[in-house]
Every structure is written in structure tokens, then in C-alpha cells.
């Protein structure tokens, strides 16, 4: 059984940072992508950022682009997502997922790939 936690969030002042943690159990993460999702109020949920089981190959969204950076340490079963020049609009829920992709080295940021699901931590930017 795979359990997601997510850490880091909170408020934070535009162009400000924050560094997201994600924390797996089940033996399957050292050998899965992982990604992460956000939901804004009142919007669909959206994908942020993504790597590969290695770390070789990650994935952005434009908006996160040059912005955020996602790592991982597989000997810690941890994802962790670096947002640096916050804005207002990264306001949301973010969401950290396992995908069902193994041993990939490209990525699919489709949410449907994803079967494992964190229970989310908001992240609130004041302009």
C-alpha cells in the first residue's frame, strides 16, 4: 500500500520560496515517477512538475518553468518541489502523486497515469 505526505506548505509573500516535501511509503518509489499537481480555488487541478524514477528526466509545467525545481532521494522514499519567485496565481492546493510508470525514462503528465494521490498542502502567496 502507497501513502503520500506532503509538507512545506503555508503563506508566503510574493517572490518569496518555499520547498515542498513529499514523503512515500511502499517499497514501489524508488522505481516510480513521481509528480506534483495543484489546485487553485474555484479551477480544475493542473499538473506542476514531474521526474523520473532516476531523476534523469523532469517535466514542467510552463508556468513552473525556470520558477520551480523538482528533486528526489530515493534512500529517503522523498519528492521534494523548490519554488522560488512566487506569485499571487501559485496560489493552491498542491498535491504530490505517484504514477503507475516504472523503471520510465520519459514522462506522461497525464493525471490518469497517476494512481496514488497525497492528501495536499495548501500553499497561499500574498501579493
Known amino acids: 500500500q502507497v501513502q503520500l505526505v506532503e509538507s512545506g506548505g503555508g503563506l508566503v509573500q510574493a517572490g518569496g520560496s518555499l520547498r515542498l516535501s513529499c514523503k512515500a511509503s511502499g517499497r514501489t518509489f524508488g522505481i516510480s515517477t513521481m509528480g506534483w499537481f495543484r489546485q487553485a480555488p474555484g479551477k480544475e487541478r493542473e499538473f506542476v512538475a514531474a521526474i523520473n524514477w532516476s531523476g534523469g528526466t523532469t517535466s514542467y509545467a510552463g508556468s513552473a518553468k525556470d520558477r520551480f525545481s523538482t528533486s528526489r532521494d530515493n534512500a529517503k522514499n522523498t519528492v521534494y518541489l523548490q519554488m522560488n519567485s512566487l506569485k499571487p496565481e501559485d496560489t493552491g492546493v498542491y498535491y504530490c502523486?505517484?504514477?503507475?510508470?516504472?523503471?520510465?525514462?520519459?514522462?506522461?503528465?497525464?493525471?490518469?497515469?497517476?494512481?496514488?494521490w497525497g492528501q495536499g498542502t495548501q500553499v497561499t502567496v500574498s501579493s
Open positions: 502523486a505517484q504514477s503507475s510508470q516504472r523503471w520510465s525514462r520519459t514522462i506522461d503528465n497525464s493525471e490518469n497515469t497517476y494512481a496514488y
